[in-house]
């Protein structure tokens, strides 16, 4: 039962153009959502990350956007940048109640490539 | 570079050997996590221990087991292995497990069981 879903395996963009990822979840209970970016041989990074009290949250060229009665959420990149050629993993903690927010269910990642 | 040191960075070894994978955190942080990605199975939790408790634990087989050292490093034992263990092992860190607290990854272990 895969709770947190990235349907795009992957997506390629031309630099300056918007990157556009999403992410589906199942589980109502999940309160609390992140995105890691990883590339090749390193571990993922902490990219940013969204309360579900929220439904917009921005830092710099990134923006996440949560909408729970959808149960998706996306992240925008803009402008996108050949630098930001990596997989990105939507992740969620395991539910609010005293759960540790670092049992993280992950998606299957989805490979961005930003083209020149 | 998030401060999270993994070693040994490759290993190979054969089906029935016992393995030891070590993480030593980022400094000040307290929570160590162990994550197994598999090309099948994504990117999963393991286990956590807490300024040397078990906090949580996922999907871990009885042939693993972890454990978090007063210097806060962590360990994680493999046994009896098998092919299918064969897989990218994480170790991350986090100052403590709450909402605020996002994990910081080291770079990895990649396990190869012939």
């Known amino acids: 039962d895969q709770q947190v879903k990235q349907n795009s395996p992957s997506l390629s963009v031309q630099e300056g153009r918007i990157s556009i990822l999403n992410c589906d979840y199942t589980n109502s209970m999940f309160d609390y959502f992140l995105w890691y970016k990883k590339y090749p041989a390193e571990g993922p990074t902490f990219l940013i990350s969204?309360?579900?009290?929220?439904d917009k949250n921005e830092d710099g060229r990134f923006t996440v956007f949560l909408n729970k009665s959808a149960k998706h959420l996306s992240l925008h990149i803009v402008p996108s940048q050949p630098g930001d050629s990596a997989v990105y993993f939507c992740?969620?903690?395991?539910?609010?109640?005293?759960?540790?927010?670092?049992?993280?269910?992950f998606g299957q990642g989805t490979i961005l490539t930003v083209h020149p | 570079d998030s401060g999270v040191t993994q070693t040994p960075k490759h290993l190979i070894t054969a089906t029935g050997q016992r393995v030891t994978l070590r993480c030593s955190p980022r400094?000040?942080?307290?929570?160590v996590y162990w994550y197994q990605q598999s090309l099948d199975q994504g990117l999963q939790f393991l286990i956590q221990?807490?300024?040397?408790?078990?906090?949580a634990k996922g999907n871990i087989l009885e042939r693993f087991s972890a454990q978090q050292f007063p210097d806060l490093h962590s360990e994680l034992n493999l046994s009896s292995l098998e092919l299918g263990d064969s897989a990218l092992y994480f170790c991350a860190s986090s100052v403590s497990s709450g909402e605020n607290s996002p994990l910081h990854f080291g770079n990895g272990t990649r396990l190869t069981v012939t």
């Open positions: 969204i309360s579900s009290i929220k």
């Open positions: 221990y807490y300024n040397g408790e078990e906090r």
């Open positions: 992740a969620a903690p395991g539910g609010a109640g005293g759960t540790s927010y670092g049992k993280l269910t």
């Open positions: 400094s000040g942080d307290l929570s």
